[in-house]
């Protein structure tokens, strides 16, 4: 592969499906960059540095500087997506030209990703795996909502020609859900029910930006982890239970 | 250059329904767009999910002046401010300011929506499930937290001036701030006037819009 494209940029993350949304961008366009990782343990996405970079408290941000060499700082995982393709992807290799149709279409997805997938694959992970207590009703709701919203990328994916979620190339809209999928037994949803999304996760994964985007800050565990019984399940639960909850307690402070 | 054809809006036809579309309505009456509304009240039709959206949700649009078809309310704002607003006139063109807009509709649809509308269902339909009203009723306290630090010293999110980012907004604020359901629980025992002063005063005057009067008009 040819060497690397020089940047400015630094990328403020943590492994996990909104995090590696990013990396795997910056790995599929071949550019340079600078890793944070950031500390749940630590609380770091509160501490005020951070907060300057992105007020919302949540990873993963990202700092670049404009052709003027200001800085330009950029959070949520859905704008650093559209700002990366806009800046860097001038020969369209994961995007299309701005404005055409195509462009248009992977905009939809990306903000069903953003507003659908993320949340509610997230609540489902939330009751599934961190709440205090185990509420059926919480779990079983956000479960098959999740379950709907792969339903919805399945048939897609079943007439997609190529077998991405617009036109003949892997985009952001594809980029932004891989993460997710790729964790759905986390949330509790058998990603055997969906068998054109399967396909469509296992072949990105053959892409070397996949690949060496999914390791960013820390190594992508979720294809070994999805062969685990449901107890080894619960005990890798019990790690995450401590932050999420401490989180909660703080967010609730505030 | 003629005038251009009126975008077709799906979205619900009863005066009660959900805010997102109204999110791209307030957008089109702002922007002065012609458009005509679509009554679309079963939106999972097979018709609508084969033809307009496959996520089969409102709104969707069609622009005739285009032929483009387009989903999500996030989406569709990004292409009318593109297309209708060369001007600038609730879109900035170029450089930070640019990328702040894109950011905060990010936002709105990862942060605010998806939050507001569990704490909505929770409301009407979890009756006996506290934990769930109160883990969302939480969450829509966080983003005003959010919003009220973002706001301060300044009158609007982006270059201090009125954009698509403000708007975005205003739909699901309104749901906590004016539909008794969730105002009851949420406004004075979450103290949020006092708490949030720049949050309340910026949804406020964003509601004195003639564009967002207009979009809920019967």
Redesign the interface.
């Known amino acids: 592969m040819a060497s690397k494209t020089p940047t400015d940029i630094t990328l403020y993350t943590v492994g996990t499906p909104n995090g590696i949304k990013a990396s795997i961008m910056l790995e599929e366009l071949n550019l340079d960059y600078k890793v944070h990782k950031i500390s749940f343990d630590k609380n770091e996405q509160k501490e005020d540095w951070f907060l300057a970079i992105n007020p919302n408290g949540r990873i993963p941000a990202m700092t670049d500087k404009d052709a003027s060499g200001n800085t330009i700082r950029i959070f949520e995982s859905g704008a650093i997506l559209e700002y990366l393709a806009a800046t860097y992807d001038k020969d369209h290799k994961v995007s299309y030209p701005y404005a055409s149709n195509e462009h248009w279409e992977v905009t939809s997805w990306l903000m069903w990703q953003m507003g659908g997938l993320g949340p509610m694959q997230g609540q489902a992970n939330h009751f599934n795996r961190y709440a205090p207590e185990k509420i059926p009703y919480g779990i079983n709701r956000y479960v098959n909502e999740t379950r709907r919203l792969y339903r919805t990328m399945d048939t897609h994916l079943a007439q997609a020609p190529h077998g991405y979620l617009v036109g003949d190339r892997v985009t952001v809209a594809d980029i932004s859900c891989w993460g997710w999928v790729a964790h759905g037994f986390w949330a509790g949803v058998e990603i055997d029910d969906f068998p054109a999304l399967k396909k469509w996760l296992y072949k990105l994964l053959e892409r070397p930006g996949f690949e060496a985007g999914r390791h960013v800050p820390t190594r992508h565990t979720a294809f070994e982890q999805m062969k685990k019984s449901p107890e080894e399940l619960e005990e890798d639960a019990k790690a995450g239970q401590k932050w999420v909850q401490a989180g909660m307690k703080q967010d609730a402070k505030q | 250059m003629s005038a251009p054809l009126p975008i077709k809006l799906y979205m619900h036809s009863g005066a009660v329904g959900g805010p997102n579309p109204y999110k791209v309505l307030i957008v089109l009456h702002h922007l002065d767009i012609p458009f005509t509304k679509v009554a679309t009240d079963d939106s999972k039709a097979e018709w609508y999910v084969k033809d307009i959206n ?3 949700r409102i709104p969707a649009i069609e622009d005739p002046n ?3 078809t ?6 569709i704002i ?2 009318l401010v ?2 209708y607003d060369k001007g600038g006139k609730i879109s900035v063109k170029n ?2 300011g640019a ?1 702040e807009a ?2 905060y ?3 709105q ?3 605010q ?3 507001f509308g ?1 704490a909505v269902w929770f409301y009407r339909f ?1 009756d006996n ?1 506290p ?2 009203k109160k883990r969302y009723l ?1 969450q829509v306290e ?1 983003v005003m ?2 919003l009220n ?2 706001l301060e010293g300044k009158e609007y999110l982006v270059d201090d001036r009125l954009t698509y980012a403000d708007l975005a907004f205003v739909p699901w604020n309104m749901v906590v701030q004016k539909w008794p359901l969730l105002s009851d629980p949420l406004w004075k025992p979450y103290q949020i006037e006092e708490k949030y002063p720049n949050f309340v005063k910026w949804q406020n005057k964003l509601c004195a819009l003639d564009a967002v009067k207009r979009s809920y008009e019967p």
């Open positions: 496959p996520n089969g285009t032929g483009l387009l989903w999500e309310s996030g989406a990004e292409y593109d297309e450089g930070k990328w894109k950011q509709l990010h936002f649809m990862s942060g929506g998806p939050y569990q979890g499930m934990d769930g939480e966080r937290m959010v630090n973002i």
